[in-house]
């Protein structure tokens, strides 16, 4: 059994910068590790992904260059560093566990957390 709790959200003016943690417990060393986010009347959408045994993350292009995605095996935690944040990154943002690697559908992912709101102002 996987647990995921995400934490770090908040509110912060364009331009700024969040970083947003999960912490996992119960994962395998071949997990991939990804933050999707959702948007109010929108579909839930990835934003990066890692594995905790290495290797290059994967990023949505529309985060490419702004967003950083890294992991903590001593403290089983993943990390999203957010930059140079937009009012368009607003949504609810989720940490996920899948079993396959490079998969960026939501479908492939079968533990999530609650979720944890970023709301940027303009």
């Known amino acids: 059994q996987v647990q995921l709790v995400e934490s770090g959200g908040g509110l912060v003016q364009a331009g700024g910068s969040l970083r947003l943690s999960c912490a996992a417990s119960?994962?395998?060393?071949?997990?991939?590790m990804a933050w999707f986010r959702q948007a109010p009347g929108k579909e839930r959408e990835f934003v990066a992904a890692?594995?905790?045994?290495?290797?290059?993350?994967n990023y949505a292009d529309s985060v490419k260059g702004r967003f950083a995605i890294s992991r903590d095996n001593a403290k089983n935690t993943v990390y999203l560093q957010m930059n140079s944040l937009k009012p368009e990154d607003t949504a609810v943002y989720y940490c996920?566990?899948?079993?396959?690697?490079?998969?960026?559908?939501?479908?492939?992912?079968?533990?999530w957390g609650q979720g944890t709101q970023v709301t940027v102002s303009s």
């Open positions: 890692i594995r905790w045994s290495g290797g290059s993350p």
């Open positions: 119960g994962r395998t060393f071949s997990d991939t």
């Open positions: 996920a566990r899948s079993g396959v690697v490079g998969m960026k559908s939501p479908s492939f992912y079968d533990y």
